[in-house]
Nanobody, 123 residues
Framework: EVQLVESGGGLVQPGGSLRLSCAAFGFSFSSYAMSWVRQAPGKGLEWVSAINNVGGSTRYADSVKGRFTISRDNAKNTLYLQINSLKPEDTAVYYC????????????????WGQGTQVTVSS
């Protein structure tokens, strides 16, 4: 059974940093591209970032480019999102999601999701 477990969220002041983790279980992690998606209070899902199966290709939403860094450690079956220079508008539940492909497709379609981790940016 595929399982994705996020962690690392919390309450942080504007300008602060967090590192989110997503531990993967039940599938060959190194064979699939992965993504981070977030949902702010009262809003829809927003794609944040994606990475291919070996970590050699990454993509970012314009809203986070230059502040967020996606990475993965295939030996540890773990996906990461380093988030810096946090803004109140980054407040959201952050989900990791698995693509059914080794590369990031043009259409963001996922076959598995984690339960999410809350990030709250507030002074």
């Amino acid at each position: 059974e595929v399982q994705l477990v996020e962690s690392g969220g919390g309450l942080v002041q504007p300008g602060g940093s967090l590192r989110l983790s997503c531990a993967a279980f039940g599938f060959s992690f190194s064979s699939y591209a992965m993504s981070w998606v977030r949902q702010a209070p009262g809003k829809g899902l927003e794609w944040v970032s994606a990475i291919n199966n070996v970590g050699g290709s990454t993509r970012y939403a314009d809203s986070v480019k230059g502040r967020f860094t996606i990475s993965r450690d295939n030996a540890k079956n773990t996906l990461y999102l380093q988030i810096n220079s946090l803004k109140p508008e980054d407040t959201a539940v952050y989900y990791c999601a698995k693509y059914p492909l080794p590369y990031v497709p043009l259409v963001n379609e996922y076959d598995s999701w984690g339960q999410g981790t809350q990030v709250t940016v507030s002074s």
